[in-house]
């Protein structure tokens, strides 16, 4: 498979998963705010957070009100998160492939990407909110559905999962990071009745809150939740989950020790961990640690696979001549 190819994919997996994650963020962080005491200030602020691009955010914006957030998470174009540009280059990257991916497939990137643009001052309203994003969320869905069920398993699908599997693990440890330190912190008194209401929301952020239930058989607990969403091997959207897909996928590829030995180090660094004894600076430390490594996977793939990075070594390698 052409370098080009396998990092094209790569990144129109990534981006799809992203605008999926993002609309189930601002989805549940709506319906989080209906059901908590109006006097308390969780607002909108962590989701920012969460994307890591706060310094951007602030380029354009003075402050952290409902509307500029979401409008900045939603549908700026100049935002590098918005569900519209993620979309957007989701879609161009599917342009340049067509011939590798089914024509269904395509058609319906194409149609999402046109939806999530013509309707986006609908996302930005209170009434129309809820049916836009779920709306985003059902037709990802639905690609991924088609892909996985309509294209070959090849090379090129593993490229595939590969991208959308980091993303989710990445994703996940975003949302768990920002919404349990920056929501209802459990040594508040008098917002203590409402830590379910916080956890529910971080299970229902990934659509876990089921899954939860069966698999755990326990009422919402802050320790049994984050052992439910770092290390199940189960659950699709769990971080070890995802990480264990990388490993399945890397092996089927040539060359793929040094990308291994890294993801058989963050396997190692999940289940090692004493969730129950983490306090709230112990897991964001964990979760950057976490991050980090998310981050050299990257790296290392494309080292090994993709265009973009031999183009780089021999850029530099020229200015070093």
């Not at 993002?22 to 962080?29: G, I, K, P, T, Y």
């Not at 129309?128 to 088609?146: D, H, M, P, V, W």
Request: positive net charge; aromatic residues 10%; charged residues 20%.
């Amino acid at each position: 498979m052409l370098a080009r190819v396998a990092e094209t994919l790569f990144w129109m997996s990534r981006y799809l998963e992203r605008a999926e994650n993002m609309a189930r963020l601002v989805n549940v962080n709506s319906n989080l705010l209906l059901d908590i005491p109006k006097k308390t200030t969780l607002g909108w602020e962590p989701l920012i957070d969460i994307t890591g691009t706060r310094d951007s955010y602030l380029k354009s914006n003075e402050n952290f009100d409902e509307r500029s957030v979401l409008k900045y998470l939603v549908s700026d174009t100049n935002s590098p998160v918005s569900i519209v540009n993620s979309l957007s280059y989701a879609r161009e990257n599917a342009r340049t492939i067509r011939d590798v991916i089914p024509r269904e497939a395509w058609e319906q990137i194409n149609a999402l990407n046109y939806y999530a643009k013509d309707q986006s001052a609908t996302g930005l309203s209170k009434r129309g909110r809820f049916s836009y994003l779920k709306e985003i969320i059902q037709r990802n869905q639905a690609i991924t559905g088609l892909l996985a069920g309509t294209m070959n398993q090849d090379q090129g699908y593993l490229f595939l999962r590969l991208g959308g599997n980091l993303e989710r693990a990445d994703m996940t440890s975003r949302i768990i990071d920002v919404r349990t330190a920056n929501l209802l912190m459990s040594e508040n008194l008098e917002l203590r009745p409402f830590e379910n209401i916080q956890w529910m929301s971080v299970l229902k952020s990934l659509t876990g809150y089921q899954m939860y239930r069966q698999s755990m058989q326990a009422r919402i607990r802050r320790g049994d939740v984050l052992k439910f969403l770092f290390q199940s091997t189960k659950f699709p959207r769990a971080i070890y989950f995802c990480v264990q897909q990388l490993e399945q996928c890397i092996v089927q590829l040539p060359n793929y020790e040094n990308v291994l030995r890294k993801i058989h180090a963050l396997m190692r660094t999940i289940q090692s961990a004493e969730l129950n004894a983490y306090d709230q600076k112990m897991l964001h430390e964990f979760i950057d640690q976490l991050q980090i490594e998310f981050n050299g996977i990257h790296n290392a793939l494309a080292e090994n696979y993709f265009l973009s990075s031999r183009v780089n070594r021999q850029v530099q390698s020229q200015a070093a001549g």
